[in-house]
């Protein structure tokens, strides 16, 4: 594919001083942010790293797989270069990883209160004794951050205290808007800071990097109270039980769930740990009233069918969580029944559709009610629309574009508008793509290695060499072990033993398996002089390839082969 940007060095003195930016994680995908800023010379720069989120694994193609984290190779190879981390806000693409992660960088970690408060939490319930040295900064807080300059702008999307940052350094101002919207009446927290964007745009701003999730979707994103108010009417309207999953990191959709609940005279109950410790760290950062008020889910039995408003997990179709547990009737407390309302007040993440329509099909087949933001105001983005870009373009005036935060398709959208919003450069760069961004001109001036890696169990493997890999192999064509026991001059000693799992029982003409198995290492063995079975790696070999060459004829598919050897001396 032909570029149509430059990969050159020029433009930089040799050796002067540069800013850069490399996104290890979050260009060219939805999730998984981790954007590297550098400044310095070519061979000695400093680092900042803005975010360090995970992605989720894609069912089959990764069977097993918890959750995806970025490789950060380039950065544990040189990590006194790391001057720290900041998180623009809490959600899981863009923190997720932290926990994991951290103990292979150990620098110090910038954050918000809000966004402070959910990582101690989580690392509380899962990291063990870990201790995060996190600086709490306030919304709208300044910082130096070795070379870096850092000043927060707050924003305004789906989840408390989003914030821009600002990163000043001597060769120019960058602006990383982190995820964002223009919303004037979030419901919880405060409206984006308008009047700081556009002072900073006065300023002059060299590049801004930006959120491209909806650069495809025209106008703007509806107000989070639009959707508190239309979730109230509903909930009003519903004549027996309401339950309603969102995100739980949506203090706001929270507060809107229990405010319907007050105004239809419902009592709120809460199901889902997750939801739990959310409620709990927005109550300490003042997100939620002190006396908020629910009940714990035990207590749902004791409620009156039409007074109870039930706010629960699992609206991603998690297996665990509370919606799919109520779907398949099988939840310890909570029930839903003919006549009851459930509502999505969420969007599908791709990836997801299966399992959340599994869950709707259930509910719909039990005699529920189903409500998505298909059908009713019940979900609005967090992500800026087309007309809110074009605002944020006018505001900062960058000299230079770099898209974020998007696919391919999304980025290339973003780049298309930014130029046509009168952008001089535009940039568009996937992950691993080295982008200076002053002194200009912009160019791709490295590639860095990147990556995935896995959460697997307890355990962080590769995504190339690991487990998972074979993983795949076994999930699609089982597996086969032959067990022999031979002597140490190449006699075999007892009939093989044989185990096929994941494999057919009989072939189309009703053979055995097992036999066809048996009669093909008979075959090989016996085709062997017994002088070249004395060498144990030739008889595997040999039994291993006739073993899987007659299942595959059989069957039409090769299975993995394994082959044990016993050898007796005598
Ligand atoms: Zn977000
Ligand atoms: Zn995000």
């Not at 380039?74 to 951290?102: C, Q």
Request: net charge negative; proline share 6%.
């Amino acid at each position: 594919m032909a570029r149509d940007r430059g990969r050159s060095s020029g433009g930089a003195e040799q050796g002067g001083d540069e800013f850069v930016l490399v996104a290890l994680g979050g260009m060219g995908e939805i999730g998984m942010n981790a954007y590297l800023y550098g400044y310095g010379p070519a061979k000695a720069r400093n680092w900042l790293l803005v975010d360090l989120g995970i992605t989720f694994p894609e069912g089959e193609f990764d069977p097993g797989v918890d959750v995806i984290l970025p490789d950060l190779r380039f950065l544990e190879e040189d990590r006194a270069s790391l001057s720290g981390i900041v998180l623009t806000h809490a959600h899981e693409d863009h923190v997720g990883a932290v926990i994991d992660l951290w103990p292979r960088l150990e620098v110090p970690i910038y954050a918000t209160p809000f966004t402070a408060g959910m990582l101690k939490a989580k690392a509380a319930e899962f990291g063990g004794r870990m201790k995060l040295p996190i600086n709490v900064l306030p919304m709208g807080g300044r910082t130096q951050i070795g070379p870096f300059e850092i000043e927060l702008i707050t924003m305004s999307h789906s989840i408390p205290e989003p914030s821009a940052v600002a990163i000043r350094t001597p060769a120019g101002l960058a602006l990383h808007t982190g995820d964002w919207k223009l919303d004037q009446t979030p419901f919880v927290g405060d409206p984006p800071d308008e009047r700081r964007l556009e002072t900073l745009g006065g300023e002059g701003v060299r590049a801004l990097i930006c959120d491209s999730t909806n650069a495809m979707r025209d106008g703007r994103s509806p107000s989070e109270s639009d959707i508190a108010s239309s979730i109230a009417k509903i909930v009003k309207a519903a004549p027996k039980r309401v339950a309603i999953t969102t995100f739980s990191s949506n203090v706001a959709r929270i507060k809107a769930v229990a405010d319907a609940a007050t105004a239809s005279g419902r009592t709120l109950v809460v199901a889902g740990r997750a939801m739990h410790r959310v409620i709990e760290v927005a109550r300490e950062t003042g997100y939620l009233p002190e006396d908020f008020r629910y009940v714990d889910q035990q207590q749902f039995k004791y409620i009156d069918r039409s007074k109870v408003l039930l706010l629960c997990t699992g609206s991603q179709g998690e297996p665990r969580a509370a919606m799919a547990r109520m779907a398949d009737n099988d939840h310890p407390d909570v029930q839903v029944a003919k006549g009851d309302l459930v509502v999505f007040s969420s969007r599908t993440i791709p990836g997801n559709e299966k399992d959340v329509g599994r869950i709707q099909n259930a509910f719909v087949r039990m005699g529920c009610e189903v409500l998505t933001d298909a059908e009713a105001l019940v979900h609005v983005t967090g992500h800026p629309r087309r007309d809110e870009l074009k605002q944020m373009y006018q505001w900062i005036k960058p000299e230079l574009a770099v898209p974020m935060h998007g696919e391919a398709r999304h980025i290339r959208a973003h780049a298309e508008l930014a130029r046509a919003a009168g952008v001089p450069e535009v940039m568009p760069a996937y992950n691993g793509e080295m982008v200076r961004l002053a002194p200009g001109p912009a160019a791709i001036i490295d590639d860095v290695p990147v990556g995935r890696l896995f959460r697997d169990g307890r355990l962080i493997v590769s995504s190339i060499e690991g487990p998972v890999r074979d993983r795949r192999r076994l999930a699609i064509a089982g597996i086969c072990v032959v067990a022999l026991v031979m002597s140490d001059r190449g006699e075999v000693l007892a009939d093989p033993e044989i185990v096929l799992d994941g494999v057919p029982e009989k072939d189309a003409d009703g053979e055995e398996m097992y036999d066809v198995v048996a009669d093909a290492v008979d075959g090989a063995l016996d085709s062997m002089p017994q002088k070249r079975r004395k060498d144990v790696e030739t008889v595997r070999e040999a039994v291993r390839r006739a073993a899987r060459a007659a299942i595959g004829s059989a069957w039409g598919k090769k299975p993995v082969c394994k082959v044990l050897i016993s050898v007796i001396d005598d």
